[in-house]
DNA sequence: TTATAATTTTATAACTATTATAAATTATTT
DNA sequence: AAATAATTTATAATAGTTATAAAATTATAA
């Protein structure tokens, strides 16, 4: 049985370059981990995990990557506190909630109103890209009386 | 004519000790400094400012007072980049909305709907507090044709 | 009021995430 | 295949934040 890796490189070169992206061996690794991993991953995260298949990625490479995967618009940045960047891939429209007991970031549906009559309150501004945060306690975390 | 500082400092401080915090010398002059200055300023910002009339602050005490202000709900801490933390004293229900052009972060009113039909996404979450944050260029920018 | 305890601030150092730089490499175009 | 442009690497520098211990301040209790 064969291996699709050259199938799916192949897929994900098509996806940089319809991008006006240059396929290069990092942008392909960091986009395809970033589909497979929709958990919201740290630069770090991504860095330390491509390291065991690419070794002598650099930092700096990971970061030139998500800088043109997101400038290009095929995923986008979330800062939920100050310090850490975290990547999603998921570009869709949906919300963020970061739970304090465990640290899990979930996703959650919007309702199409919801950034229709946000932009209500924003007459007479372009607007590139929005996101709604949300912080407390997950379902789990707040059953467990934390 | 009387200057007011000292019922500027006693209101200040009823509002920290109701909060359940000492009205310490730096958490009284940061929480003044946020009611006065409503556009969103870096945690270096207030130091520098505050250094003027109170030399000998540290930093530390600029970032322990807001983590404490923070913790209490008189301030909230606004991420819209990876790197540096602003602060708010709008703690009322409202979005920011950062200019690419300018940098200017603006506040925008939400409508209470978006707000409560977020949460519709949010069955079984406790939310403690939430941000709507957008991007792109503000009027006077678009209008300028960056 | 004085003594005691708890909290806060200061000064400094350490840490972490990110950005900048220049040389080397890789990809694209001619 | 050679030339050009873009990207990556390796490293250093920067910036923002957090940790630590001693000093100072504030609150509580005697």
Redesign the pocket.
Known sequence: MPMCAEHSNERLSRKL?SAG???????VHVLRYLDRNRNHP???QIYRSLLES?P??????????L??LGRAGLVRPL?M?????RYDSSVGDHGHFRCRGCGVIYDFDLPPAVSASAADGLQGFQVDRHDFLAWGLCPGCAGAGR
């Open positions: 370059r992206l240059r396929p290069s061996t990092a942008r740290t630069v770090d690419l002598g990625l650099s930092r700096a490479s990971v970061y030139n990557s800088a043109a800062a506190d100050g310090n850490e960047l």
